[in-house]
């Protein structure tokens, strides 16, 4: 089955421990990227990467890092930089050329920093 | 920058009732827009979309929306709603500047009781 694979599901940390959140998928997809979901917030973009070996910041980077050396993965690294890090993380894959594409969800992971 | 409102936070609905959700997207250029839903405990999925042509879009489950560039709105409509509707639907905006970025609204909680 082809599909977005995120883990850990659920997460709880300290506050100050950094924590990286991993994403793999079959899909063959190209771009991949990451999403944080709040309350009454929707979803806020947090990195993107278009191939391997680049990704650029979101609408919300700060306190984040990711890396892209291979397609299939993109981890999401939440350092104890992030002033408020408890949320549901969100990874996608992008399917299509150009721009007639639709996005593909993994399940999510939720981090709560105690 | 491109935004996207949903004005409804919270809708409740009896079955049968039907259902009109608002979207509004800030973009003078060409978009693509897009429907996803979130049922209770599962991931992101698509519900639907517009790319261009008809601004009439069926989507999945009965669903449909429409696109009126002039008011820069693409609602999402069903006639009669079903208590398995109960979910979280976010409208999503990618506008047409080269790259596939999606841009969400903070979401619409849907109740539907039985």
């Known amino acids: 089955d082809g599909g977005i694979t995120q883990s850990p599901k659920y997460l709880f940390r300290k506050e100050g421990q950094n924590v990286t959140l991993s994403c793999e998928q079959n899909l063959n997809h190209d771009a991949m990227y990451w999403y944080r979901q709040d309350p009454g917030q929707g979803l806020r973009l947090i990195y993107y990467?278009?191939?391997?070996?680049?990704?650029q910041k979101g609408d919300i980077a700060e306190g984040y890092s990711v890396s892209r050396e291979k397609k299939e993965s993109f981890p999401l690294t939440v350092t104890s930089a992030q002033k408020n890090p408890t949320a549901f993380y969100l990874c996608?894959?992008?399917?299509?050329?150009?721009?007639?594409?639709?996005?593909?969800f993994g399940e999510g992971s939720r981090l709560t920093v105690l | 920058a491109q935004s996207v409102s949903q004005h409804n936070h919270h809708v409740i609905l009896s079955e049968a009732a039907s259902l009109e959700l608002g979207c509004n997207y800030s973009?003078?250029?060409?978009?693509?827009l897009f429907w996803y839903v979130q049922y209770p405990g599962q991931h992101l999925q698509l519900l639907l979309k517009y790319f261009s042509g008809d601004p009439l879009v069926k989507g999945i489950k009965g669903f449909e929306a429409e696109f009126i560039k002039s008011k820069f709105s693409f609602n999402l409509r069903k006639p009669s709603v079903q208590w398995s509707d109960t979910a979280e639907y976010f409208c999503?905006?990618?506008?047409?500047?080269?790259?596939?970025?999606?841009?969400f609204g903070t979401g619409t909680r849907l109740l539907v009781s039985p």
């Open positions: 990467s278009q191939i391997v070996n680049d990704f």
């Open positions: 973009y003078g250029g060409t978009v693509n």
């Open positions: 999503a905006v990618n506008a047409n500047t080269g790259f596939q970025k999606l841009v």
């Open positions: 996608a894959s992008f399917s299509g050329t150009g721009l007639t594409g639709e996005l593909f």
